[in-house]
């Protein structure tokens, strides 16, 4: 069935580095969400991608969706502490079905 | 309200103990989805309900998990005969259209810890 890996699945950044999420899946997707999860709470949408190649910017996060539609980045430039918390993809083939991948917990040491 | 509510919170049973989750999700909100996410883990698909009909329950695990959605808008996820491996958090998450059609953005409630003994 349909897969969806996330790499690296922790990283430890200082204020100030950027970080970096990738997001795989064994599928070509339909479209590609973010969501971001606080620790014990729950996931918040961030944004979707729909079209091969697209970037879109919010503040200091850029995403992009792959050519192929099969993989995404999360970029944050300029880590702050309150970015602090797990990044997860979800993406769909086209159904209903949305797969997350396996998160990036990220921790920023100030 | 303003949000995806979950009730309840926390619950604790016993093995082969039935629980009922109750998801209310944002008024108007014709997509209602639940997950199931382990501990360290991603939330993993369950079920689909686009306005009262289920379109998808592909996610259940087995048939000892039974969601409903009668008029649309409240939603309960049952569980018969818990076992060890059904602790969980117990995700639901509305959308305001369709699933599919525009931007799907998922509103996720604070979920339902459970916790099998």
């Known amino acids: 069935g349909q897969q969806v890996m996330q790499i690296p699945q922790y990283q430890h950044v200082q204020e100030g580095e950027d970080f970096t999420t990738y997001c795989n899946s064994s599928t070509t997707l339909s479209n590609i969400q973010w969501y971001k999860q606080r620790p014990g709470g729950h996931p918040v949408f961030l944004i979707q991608?729909?079209?091969?190649?697209e970037v879109k910017k919010q503040k200091r996060l850029t995403f992009q969706f792959g050519e192929a539609k099969k993989n995404s980045s999360l970029h944050i430039t300029a880590t702050q502490t309150t970015d602090v918390g797990t990044y997860f993809c979800?993406?769909?083939?086209?159904?209903?079905?949305?797969?997350f991948g396996t998160g990036t917990r990220l921790k920023v040491l100030a | 309200g303003a949000g995806v509510s979950q009730s309840p919170r926390y619950k604790v049973a016993k093995r082969g103990q039935d629980v009922a989750l109750r998801c209310d999700p944002i008024s108007g909100h014709v997509s209602l989805f639940w997950y199931q996410q382990a501990l360290g883990q991603g939330p993993e698909f369950l079920t689909y309900f686009q306005n009262e009909a289920q379109l998808d329950k592909s996610g259940l695990p087995s048939d000892r998990f039974f969601a409903e959605r009668p008029e649309g808008s409240v939603s309960t996820l049952k569980i018969q005969r818990t076992q060890q491996e059904d602790s969980a958090v117990y995700l639901c998450?509305?959308?305001?259209?369709?699933?599919?059609?525009?931007?799907?953005?998922?509103?996720f409630g604070p979920g339902t810890r459970l916790t099998v003994l």
């Open positions: 991608l729909v079209k091969s190649g």
């Open positions: 979800a993406g769909t083939s086209g159904t209903y079905k949305y797969i």
């Open positions: 998450a509305s959308s305001r259209r369709p699933a599919g059609q525009g931007t799907d953005t998922q509103y």
